[in-house]
Nanobody, 125 residues
Framework: QVQVVESGGGLVQAGGSLRLSCTGS????????MGWFRQAPGMEREWVSC????????RDVDSVKGRFAISKDNPRNTLYLQMKSLKPEDTAMYYC??????????????????WGQGTQVTVSS
């Protein structure tokens, strides 16, 4: 079946780094843009980054620019989120998602149709 599965979360000290991975299966991974979202307790789900289906174009929310980098390895069916200089406010459940349409780089959750179960990132101060 069509699914995406995240991995790589964990506990890290402020200033540290983590790399999240997301593997897609059951569909042609190279045909769809992908995105990362996060949700902290008591907060709404927030868009973090998106990347075009080719992996050439990407966008990030202002709060992570210069610290997070999204990338897409189509031959390996894997999406990544490299996170550095982590802050306590980055603590959240992180989700990867597949865009519903085959073009663009959407920043709205409503434009994504396949979601993973999430991976927890906790940044201690």
């Amino acid at each position: 079946q069509v699914q995406v599965v995240e991995s790589g979360g964990g506990l890290v000290q402020a200033g540290g780094s983590l790399r999240l991975s997301c593997t897609g299966s059951g569909y042609p991974f190279e045909d769809y843009p992908m995105g990362w979202f996060r949700q902290a307790p008591g907060m709404e789900r927030e868009w973090v980054s998106c990347i075009s289906r080719s992996g050439i174009a990407s966008r990030d929310v202002d709060s992570v620019k210069g610290r997070f980098a999204i990338s897409k390895d189509n031959p390996r069916n894997t999406l990544y989120l490299q996170m550095k200089s982590l802050k306590p406010e980055d603590t959240a459940m992180y989700y990867c998602a597949r865009a519903a349409q085959k073009t663009g780089c959407p920043d709205s959750a409503s434009e994504y149709d396949i979601w993973g179960q999430g991976t927890q990132v906790t940044v201690s101060s």
